[in-house]
């Protein structure tokens, strides 16, 4: 988003963390006194990283995104994006796919790709222009003026996708966004996904509570507690990219990490179930 | 899209009883009156009236009065959405205003405002401002009821995805709010047009100079069941008229809904 001409590297060198979190707290008030959702978080995002986080259901990790996403306010801690605190929502740069897929029904799917753009004062014949690029981009091309009730699940989650990259938001929140798709669609957008990724460059924030998922896209994975959310471990994935997701799962490296991280999780999970 | 099967096996049948329903109906009254079971100073018979509208038409008589009354309904109408659609706006919005006026709202609503027709020529006198007052009275409460509720059934998920997208409150009233309450309002005016009609003619059967409750009221002061009933007739086909081209205007306004209805 930097306007400024700058050599790559001083330029890297100079940027502040994409999300940095200092003990970040949540709680919410409910008739049976004070919920905590969020304890004492504090971790880094790096810009261009692809990060997962993952935990048992129901830990926090959505209403994680909420705050950072400036749909929630915390409770407690600070919160930077790019160095910068507040609690607004910050549209330009941050971006956020749903688990359910919320685009407006009443608007086709080149409307709904076009309208981050027209929010955002661009021309009409170059919201257009541009979203009818990311149509075809997501693979769409065809169906421009389908409303999202005559699409499928999948493209439904295609577009989606176009939406939130339509505007080139560097750092893109994504919330359980495949887990509803059937496993042959869901590989094919997480293919997708990471090739968008690589040529955006965005940073990635992932949350899911499928492990298997996580090491397949991920650079970093973070495990979550059960609620309240804490940190359990703090994972590099070190697979070579460019990956296939179905592929890479069967190989050695693969699975070695998935063990070792699915140590934590499993004793996350079953703190979760054994708490309900 | 796959669905459409039912509809249209059972499309299949429809026309046939529905042209038939008319003619038997109105055959068997021309020929009960032509026997002699019913009077024709009471009840007249279909020939006559088709006639006297045929007369009515030609003469230009029956197009001064039906616009009359079309003027004030559609008046009254276009008012009574308007407000009601921005007091709704309003009342879906400001959580305050809502705790306050919606249980009087919903009191009014179940008024019969005819009844104040009477205060309402008091104040603005016989012309056609106190029936378009009056029209608007019936249809602002439905319309203000619907809008309030259609804004509170809004997908929570769509106006954070909005938000996030980067709509603040008037992209979010322009792309979210306002299609979605479109479409409850269409049917609003579908449901509310036969009341304002209603509103128009009560109100012109009083010292109105024009308008088809006036012809009405005039033809029954003068024991003309013939002509009572051609204005009915008239009424009739003008609201048959309106609710096709509403029903067009819904269809072509919804079309993002079409294969959920299929």
């Known amino acids: 988003m930097s306007t400024s001409i700058a050599p790559v590297e001083s330029r890297a060198a100079v940027r502040p963390p994409a999300v940095q979190a200092v003990g970040l707290a949540k709680w919410f008030d409910g008739a049976e006194g004070t919920v905590a959702a969020i304890e004492n978080l504090t971790f880094t995002v790096h810009p261009g990283e692809f990060l997962c986080l993952v935990g048992p259901s129901g830990c926090g990790k959505s209403t994680l995104l ?73 693979g769409l091309a065809g169906f421009e003026h389908h409303y999202p009730s005559q699409l499928s699940g999948g493209m439904r989650k295609r577009i989606s996708l176009a939406m939130t990259m339509v505007y080139r938001p560097s750092i893109i929140l994504m ?38 998922e996580a090491v397949a896209l991920a650079d970093r994975i973070i495990v979550l507690t059960a609620a309240p959310a804490r940190i359990r471990a703090d994972y590099q994935v070190p697979l070579d990219r460019p990956r296939d997701v179905a592929e890479i799962r069967t190989s050695g490296a693969f699975v070695d990490i998935y063990r070792r991280i699915w140590r934590d999780l499993r004793e996350e999970v079953a703190a979760s179930r054994g708490r309900r | 899209m796959a669905g459409g099967s039912y509809p249209v096996a059972a499309s299949r049948y429809r026309p046939a009883a529905k042209v038939l329903v008319l003619p038997v109906l109105l055959g068997a009254w021309e020929g009960a009156v032509r026997v002699g079971v019913l009077d024709p100073f009471y009840t007249s018979s279909p020939v006559p009236i088709l006639a006297t509208i045929v007369r009515w038409i030609a003469t230009g008589y029956v197009l001064e009065h039906v616009l009359a009354t079309l003027a004030v309904t559609l008046a009254g109408l276009a008012g009574g959405v308007v407000i009601g659609a921005v007091a709704g706006f309003a009342l879906g919005f400001l959580r305050w ?122 033809a029954q002061s003068m024991f003309r069941a013939r002509e009572v009933l051609a204005g009915t007739a008239v009424l009739l086909a003008v609201i048959w008229l309106i609710d096709l081209g509403l029903r067009a205007a819904e269809h072509a306004a919804a079309r993002w809904r079409l294969s959920e209805v299929m």
């Open chain 1, 66 to 138: 909420n705050i950072i996403a400036g749909l929630l306010p915390a409770s407690g801690g600070q919160l930077q994006i790019y160095g910068e605190s507040g609690g607004r929502v910050r549209p330009d740069c941050i971006g956020y796919v749903f688990q359910r897929d919320a685009l407006l029904p009443w608007k086709t799917a080149l409307q709904n790709v076009m309208l981050p753009l027209l929010l955002r004062g661009v021309p009409m014949a170059q919201s257009r222009a541009e979203a009818l690029n990311w149509v075809q981009k997501v």
């Open chain 2, 97 to 218: 205003l809502e705790r306050v006026a919606l249980p009087f709202l919903t009191a009014a609503n179940a008024m019969p405002r005819i009844i104040l027709y009477p205060l309402m020529v008091l104040w603005l006198g016989f012309g056609p401002l106190s029936r378009i007052v009056l029209v608007a009275s019936l249809v602002v409460f439905p319309a203000l009821l619907t809008t309030h509720s259609a804004i509170r059934q809004v997908d929570v998920e769509i106006v954070r995805n909005a938000r996030v997208l980067g709509a603040r409150r008037l992209g979010l009233i322009r792309h979210v709010y306002l299609p979605a309450v479109a479409l409850w309002l269409f049917s609003t005016i579908r449901v509310t047009i036969g009341f304002a009609l209603a509103g128009a003619i009560v109100g012109e059967y009083v010292g109105a100079v024009r308008g088809m409750g006036m012809v009405i009221a005039f």
């Open chain 1, 175 to 212: 919330d359980e966004p495949f887990a509803a798709l059937d496993v042959q669609t869901r590989h094919l957008m997480e293919n997708e996904l990471l090739a968008l990724w690589a040529e955006a460059g965005s940073t990635i924030l992932f949350v899911t509570h499928d492990l298997e």
